[in-house]
């Protein structure tokens, strides 16, 4: 979720997001690399786009904070459409990240996806703002996969796990690692259809739920 302010000086389009993570893996080190990661992927593409006759250019600020302390009240009453709440923890149920919606302003990281590529984070990011993975999961013959692909997406052999495997089975899907913002993915935000109010509109929705840490379910 974000807050999106027109520049008219400058013709910059800026969506401003701040991520507060809380939770055991937490740490002040941890937010502020993921918070460069999404910031890194999203502006790599450097996209413009048309509202009215004026071009935009569309720059992304992101912002990491580390909160411990997290209250939940925080997150449940909070109204500010910048802020975004993640839990961090090593173990997450079904074993990865997750957004509590599509166009959400919460969620849960999985240590482990967050250190294995710096793509999870922007992945989920682009859910945040409202995106949706892609109905065609296999792109195999269309170089460089998008931001918004999911694991287990067929791609062709240099943006797999291992680039020998048989596509589908073990090593045959697409490596994370690969993923790119495009400027396609830019174009899916509709930026152009937002209703702004003195320079400004919201991307994304209040889900504002706290998440306990999750554990193992002892069988």
Do not use: C
Request: proline share 6%; glycine share 8%; charged share 20%.
């Amino acid at each position: 979720m974000g807050e999106v302010e027109l520049y008219t000086i400058t013709n910059e389009l800026i969506i401003h997001s701040v991520f507060f993570f809380y939770g055991d893996a937490a740490s002040k080190d941890l937010s502020w690399q993921i918070a460069n990661d999404i910031s890194n992927h999203w502006n790599e593409p450097n996209a413009s786009i048309r509202i009215g006759s004026n071009q935009f250019t569309v720059r992304f600020d992101i912002d990491g904070i580390y909160e411990p302390d997290l209250d939940p009240e925080k997150v449940w009453y909070n109204d500010n459409p910048r802020f975004n709440f993640f839990r961090i923890e090593e173990f997450a149920i079904g074993n990865i990240s997750f957004v509590d919606g599509i166009g959400s302003n919460t969620g849960y990281f999985k240590l482990d996806n967050l250190l294995q590529t710096s793509t999870t984070a922007a992945h989920e990011y682009g859910h945040t703002l409202g995106l949706v993975h892609p109905a065609n999961l296999d792109i195999r013959g269309h170089a460089t996969p998008g931001i918004m692909y999911p694991r287990g997406t067929l791609v062709d052999p240099p943006f797999q796990y291992e680039p020998n495997a048989k596509a589908g089975q073990p090593g045959g899907t697409i490596n994370p690692v690969h993923r790119k913002v495009l400027t396609s993915d830019i174009e899916d935000l509709k930026l152009h259809k937002l209703l702004f109010n003195n320079g400004k509109a919201i991307v994304g929705e209040f889900t504002s739920l706290y998440h306990e840490k999750q554990t193992p379910v002892n069988t």
